[in-house]
């Protein structure tokens, strides 16, 4: 059944992204475009999810706001992919000294709620999307390495790499050749939850002003924008919030899915 679920997750997916792509296009106006004689129109034939409080059109908006989601899906699992696992590799390989620094200062950061974290980096630097995308990939970091760290450990004490060093082979083509692909399936696993993390922590960034700015077209921001309507208009934060609610859902069972591909004992 998971396997089944993971399909339609996936096929949801891909449509978001070609959403994202061909925005220009199937969007049926620009975002920021203003129609002063349809303030707070409820959904209608000329604006199928409604306008905002300037005239905005919501659909165009929410098409638009996908791309601004891939974005921070790439930019912050880049940021978190790259540096967690090299972090986690080189503790596990090298370990003593090494390992006890940076593990302790992991512990020290994950003693932290990710979104917390962020909040704090994204103060110091300033409000704004690129801030928000890069504080919520160091947020994230910790726990990538953390995880990556116990996987390499028990490759660490098999066999073919205690062979491998026997001979003469050097750290680097142990790390690449033997250490990086045994830890793919658990890469893969994390970077595809870790995707719905980063939608959720940036949209909270957004919300609260910190993250992307007006007059972008962000779904955080939507949210924030639609609060001050729910009673008299329900479709700002309404349609913002089902959007972001789908796509984390999405991500989240096709993740489980792929655990248990690459876990077979996980399942049940």
């Known amino acids: 059944m998971s396997y089944k679920r993971a399909k339609y997750c996936l096929a949801f997916l891909f449509l978001i992204v070609i959403i994202g792509v061909f925005a220009p296009i199937l969007a049926p106006y620009n975002p920021n475009k203003l129609f002063y004689d349809a303030l ?146 658990v890469l893969i696993v994390y970077t595809t939850l870790f995707i719905g993390v980063a939608i959720l922590d940036t949209a909270a960034l957004s919300f609260i002003g910190l993250g992307a700015q007006p007059p972008t077209s962000e779904w955080g921001t939507m949210l924030s924008e639609g609060k001050d309507y729910l009673y008299e208009a329900w479709w700002l934060a309404t349609f913002p919030g089902l959007a972001i609610t789908a796509v984390v859902f999405s991500v989240n069972f096709l993740g489980d899915a792929l655990r248990d591909v690459f876990d077979p004992k996980s399942k049940g």
């Open 40 to 185: 707070l129109q409820p959904p209608s034939k000329e604006h199928l999810l409604g306008t905002d409080a300037i005239g905005r059109d919501t659909l165009s908006r929410l098409i638009y706001g996908v791309r601004v989601t891939l974005s921070v899906s790439v930019f912050a699992l880049g940021i978190t992919f790259v540096a967690g696992t090299f972090i986690g590799l080189i503790c596990a390989y090298i370990g003593g000294v090494v390992d006890n620094i940076l593990m302790r200062i992991m512990d020290i950061l994950l003693a932290l709620p990710s979104i917390i974290l962020a909040l704090a980096i994204v103060a110091i630097l300033g409000p704004s999307l690129t801030n928000a995308m890069l504080a919520v990939g160091i947020a994230s970091i910790p726990g990538f390495a953390r995880l990556i760290r116990g996987a390499a450990l028990t490759i660490k004490s098999s066999g073919y790499v205690e062979a491998s060093r026997s001979i003469g082979s050097s750290h680097s083509w142990i790390l690449r050749r033997q250490f990086l692909p045994n830890v793919t399936g």
